[in-house]
Structure formats: C-alpha cells, structure tokens
C-alpha cells in the first residue's frame, strides 16, 4: 500500500486548502485513515481522523471546527478542508491508514508528506 498526500503550498492567514490523500495497491474502505502534521522542531501530532464504521470524525482542539475531513471511498482518497488558517497551522502534513486504530506508533501506513506554509 502507498499513501500519496498533496495539495500543500503557501497561503496567507484566513485562507483555505484541501489535502488529499490517495491511497494505492489496495482499497481502503475497511481502514481508518487520518492526518498528522509535524511542525519545525516540534514533534508530530494528531490533526484529524475518520474511521470506516459510520465515517466518525475525530479532531485535535486545534483544528476543531476549521478542519474537515472527509473520504472519498470510489476514489481511495481521504480529504482534508484547512479554512480560516493561522500561522501555527505550518507543518508538514502527513496521512496514515491503520486497520485498526491510528496509534501513531503503530500505523501501518503513512503517507510522503505535503508541506502546508501559512504566512501572516
């Protein structure tokens, strides 16, 4: 299986992005999938999940209720809505697929990373 996460780039303060992340080599319907994020210097943490039973959502208090994220199971592909930026969003965003659960020292697949940079 390969994760391949993209939509990142550079945008000012109060802007919007979509990420996305497509996965290949086998379907993932069954799977939860997730984001991370990993700023400079910093350690990575958990930015939102969506699990395969009932499609719930979960998200870090950060990004609670500016973040969405969502799944395109015909497309193998997991979203992720970044509005009302902030500056402290910058990280490098990464998605993760687990049969199971999304601990993160036991994620069976992690997506390359995409770099989201919010300028002030």
């Known amino acids: 299986v390969q994760l391949q996460a993209s939509g990142g780039g550079l945008v000012q303060a109060g802007g919007s992005l979509r990420l996305s992340c497509t996965a290949s080599g086998r379907t993932l319907s069954s799977y939860a999938m997730g984001w991370f994020r990993q700023a400079p210097g910093k350690q990575r943490e958990f930015v939102a999940a969506?699990?395969?039973?009932?499609?719930?959502?979960y998200y870090a208090d950060s990004v609670k209720g500016r973040f969405t994220v969502s799944r395109d199971y015909a497309k193998n592909t997991m979203y992720l809505q970044m509005n009302s930026l902030k500056p402290e969003d910058t990280a490098v965003y990464y998605c993760a697929a687990d049969p199971e659960a999304l601990v993160p020292s036991a994620i069976d697949y992690w997506g390359q990373g995409t770099l989201v940079t919010v300028s002030s």
């Open positions: 969506i699990y395969r039973s009932g499609g719930d959502q």
